[in-house]
């Protein structure tokens, strides 16, 4: 008989056989896959649930809430504070940490989360997912007084000791990395359980398709301007090939078709608001993916540099991102950086 393994076991394997991660890490993302659990049913419910529409309230970054993204932010709050693994948690959907209260036991792992990515996807029934990074505080005194601060969580991706996404598609999917590749579960509705679909994810380093929001091309740089060009000349072109596209607008749903069959997403900096470096945040969006995707064989910058090397200096900055199958991201990148 197919030997099923769950999310569960395969975290307790993680834990004793190969010593990857210690019991409090395996016991936080356990809580975060129980908690995105918790999301998707709420997100399977739609109208039913009273779960879509606008709350009518702005994220720090000036954003419309939608009830969902307030709902999922709420959902991983209670699922992880009281759980003894956590000092701190900070959200996309938060203008501050939220630090693990007093009267619950506190560890020395910090959590990031996009607890809904793909807002505008809620109310048409199109993928959307919840994105997660974990860290570790540094130099930690768990048992001194309010210990910590933002500038706890300002470390560079490369430090990152988890990160995963779950996609709530027509399948609910989690991928995860602790560091040893990416692995892949699908929620067994039945079971309520994760169950090990897919180990050792690779993207392909050849890709033809790109995955950006086309409607920008005014506003991009010339080098973005210049690599979608010779995607779009196809065959006649300097590339030789034909290209496809794709922009579900989930960043999750568009990372997971890279992650599943290659590809190229960019979310490059435009001119429609020339001082931020980008629309996507860093610490929660870009960071878990970039590592995901390294983690699969893929390549992640800015556009000049590894978003894993970039050194935070706010919560809640924003990036350029260009990432998937490496032969494509390095093209990007050279264009950026000419010898
Ligand atoms: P969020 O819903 O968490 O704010 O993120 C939305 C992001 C990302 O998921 C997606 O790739 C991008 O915004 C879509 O932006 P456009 O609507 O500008 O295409
Ligand atoms: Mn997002
Ligand atoms: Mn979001």
Known sequence: MHRRISLTRYLVEKQHNDGRIPPELRLLLEVVARACKRISLAVTKGA????????ESENVQGEVQ????????????????????????ASEEMDD??????????GEYLLLFDPLDGSSNIDVNVSIGTIFS???????????????????????????VAAG????????????TVGDGV??????????????TAEGLKIPEDTKEFA????????????????????????????????????????????????????????????????KPGK?????????????????GGCATDGRQRILDIQPTQLHQRVSVVLGSKNEVDRVTRYHNPL
């Open 212 to 275: 950006i929001n086309m409607s920008n091309l005014r506003h991009w740089d010339a080098p973005v301007k210049r690599y979608i060009d010779e995607c779009l000349q196809g065959k006649e072109g300097p590339r030789g090939k034909d290209f496809n596209m794709r922009w579900v607008a989930s960043m999750v749903a568009d990372v997971h078709r890279i992650m599943t069959r290659g590809g190229v997403f960019m979310y490059p900096w435009d001119k429609r608001e020339p001082n």
């Open 97 to 106: 940490i939220y630090v693990v209260p007093h009267r619950f036991p506190k």
């Open 134 to 160: 974990v860290l570790r505080k540094q130099n930690d005194d768990p048992q001194a007084v309010d210990p910590v601060s933002a500038a706890d969580f300002l470390q560079a991706g490369n430090q990152q």
């Open 165 to 176: 996404y779950c996609v709530y598609g027509p399948q609910t999917t989690l991928v995860l």
């Open 66 to 89: 939608k009830k969902l993204d307030i709902i999922a932010n709420e959902v991983l709050i209670e699922a992880n504070e009281w759980g003894g693994h956590l000092a701190a948690m």
């Open 280 to 296: 996507l945040r860093l610490m929660y969006e870009a960071n878990p993916m970039a590592w995901l995707i390294e983690q699969a």
């Open 183 to 196: 692995a892949m579960f699908t929620l067994d509705r039945e079971q309520g359980s994760f169950v090990l």
């Open 48 to 55: 039913l649930g009273e779960v879509l529409g606008s709350a």
